[in-house]
């Protein structure tokens, strides 16, 4: 799987949109992106997926770039409860499984 | 929204003691998995599991784990004998099989905190 480098941590204020960036300068053509998270003390939970188009859905909107050499993930309106560590995560799709590789993530901290 | 239960929520344990964490996937799921995350450091894999087997385990799952799916819906790790060094956050995820292969979407249990004291 492809490597990703995150920045370790951000702030964002209330109500505002949270941009969090992950490269993947390795990744391959048959590689996802997929983003999770993991608010404090719970199991990590699946935001979003993405292969070369940009993506939407309740939680949030992944932009990947053209080259699909890196990603941004937006939450449009961050509030307190978004408060947690992001993982940006490379992986292909072959077979029926793939086990998460998780690195050190984003912590990102919603400011009221 | 169907969810991953996991049962207890804390487990102590004294070291050389036989512990079982369970879990209950997704009912139609059909890919099982077991993570750690020791305190402070990152969540890691464990082993994988479809179709009654061990589809890919880590260095961490040695002869002192084993998993097992007695049932149609329990899913189970147990640690035969316990080390200090197994205290972490064990959870356990489930994800869908066919005809959604194409991607992978995980869910996870809230965790079983387990103290080897």
């Known amino acids: 799987d492809a490597k990703t480098t995150q920045p370790t941590s951000m702030d964002c204020a209330e109500g505002r949109a949270a941009n969090l960036p992950c490269n993947h300068s390795?990744?391959?053509?048959?590689?996802?992106v997929y983003w999770y998270r993991q608010i404090h003390s719970q199991g990590p939970q699946y935001i979003i997926h993405?292969?070369?188009n940009n993506e939407t859905n309740e939680m949030a909107s992944l932009i990947i770039t053209e080259d699909r050499k890196s990603s941004t993930l937006i939450l449009p309106h961050a509030t307190l409860r978004d408060t947690a560590v992001y993982y940006c995560?490379?992986?292909?799709?072959?077979?029926?499984?793939?086990?998460?590789?998780f690195g050190i993530g984003t912590k990102l901290q919603v400011i009221p | 929204e169907p969810e991953v239960t996991q049962t207890p929520s804390h487990q102590v344990t004294q070291m050389g003691q036989e512990v079982i964490l369970r879990c209950v996937p997704i009912?139609?799921?059909?890919?099982f998995y077991w993570y750690r995350q020791i305190l402070g450091q990152k969540v890691e894999f464990l082993v994988s599991?479809?179709?009654?087997?061990?589809?890919?385990k880590s260095e961490i799952f040695d002869d002192q784990f084993s998993v097992e799916r007695p049932d149609g819906s329990n899913f189970t790790l147990k640690i035969r004998s316990t080390k200090l060094e197994d205290s972490a956050m064990y959870f356990c995820?489930?994800?869908?099989?066919?005809?959604?292969?194409?991607?992978?979407?995980?869910?996870f249990g809230p965790g079983t905190r387990l103290t080897v004291l």
């Open positions: 009912s139609n799921h059909l890919y």
């Open positions: 995820a489930s994800s869908s099989g066919p005809p959604v292969v194409s991607y992978n979407e995980q869910f």
């Open positions: 599991f479809y179709n009654n087997e061990i589809s890919e």
């Open positions: 995560i490379v992986s292909s799709a072959s077979g029926g499984y793939q086990k998460v590789t």
């Open positions: 993405g292969l070369k």
């Open positions: 390795t990744i391959s053509g048959n590689e996802y």
